[in-house]
């Protein structure tokens, strides 16, 4: 299996630009879960989907952030507008839910810059 | 609120000798998972702990879970500079679904 697939793998965009992140989970995996990991805060829960339908998004920073998961085998977490504080590298992470223990297995991640 | 905590957050030691990062939690859980990362890396799955008592071993590491005392610890065993990397320890939360709590990391730098 190829693992958790991120696109891309770093991008630098400008202040007020939209910004689409994209996950594609380990095939059978059926939650999926989105990271933001910076110096300041470490590794936070940003977003989980279970089966495809987002069950805790608490951790999603404001209303320029949104999340979708169409399908079980792709997910995008989204932008808009994009302000130099989204810094960060953003990790995608799945799991086969409802297995005896539930490893989550992590992406390459996304290295953002916001200038 | 499940709340996830390491200690110590930064090791500086040399090679060839021993320590241990402590992983503490706050609520009854029985899942408990060690990752490492490298840096400008992912994290790679370590150890799976599942049960009171259990202890997993890989290399220089040893894992071990106290369920009772809501507790796991990694030792490091004669480390190697290789070991160098960021480590943390992550929790699920009895009714938090597949969620983890991941603690706040501990950097190792194993000096020559």
């Known amino acids: 299996d190829a693992g958790v697939i991120q696109s891309p793998r770093h991008e630098v965009t400008e202040m007020g630009q939209e910004v689409t992140l994209r996950c594609k989970p380990i095939?059978?995996?059926?939650?999926l879960f989105w990271y933001r990991q910076t110096m300041m805060r470490g590794l936070e829960l940003l977003i989980y989907?279970?089966?495809?339908?987002?069950?805790?998004d608490s951790g999603m920073p404001e209303d320029r952030f949104s999340a979708k998961m169409p399908n079980a085998s792709f997910s995008t977490l989204k932008i808009q507008p994009s302000e130099p504080r989204d810094s960060a590298v953003y990790f995608c992470?799945?799991?086969?839910?409802?297995?005896?223990?539930?490893?989550?297995?992590f992406g390459p991640g996304t290295r953002l810059t916001v200038l | 609120e499940l709340k996830v905590e390491q200690n110590p957050l930064f090791l500086s030691m040399q090679e060839g000798k021993n320590y241990t990062i402590y992983c503490n939690y706050s609520t009854t859980s029985d899942r408990l998972y060690w990752y490492r990362q490298d840096p400008g890396k992912s994290l790679e799955s370590l150890f799976v702990?599942?049960?009171?008592?259990a202890v997993k071993q890989e290399g220089r590491l040893m894992a071990s879970l106290d369920t009772k005392a809501r507790l796991s610890t990694l030792h490091i065993t004669a480390a190697v500079h290789d070991l160098s990397a960021t480590y943390f320890c992550a929790v699920g939360g009895a009714n938090a679904g597949n969620m983890l709590t991941f603690g706040g990391g501990t950097r190792l730098m194993v000096k020559p």
């Open positions: 989907f279970n089966n495809n339908v987002p069950i805790d």
């Open positions: 095939s059978g995996h059926n939650s």
């Open positions: 702990l599942l049960s009171n008592g």
């Open positions: 992470a799945s799991t086969q839910g409802g297995a005896l223990y539930n490893e989550q297995f």
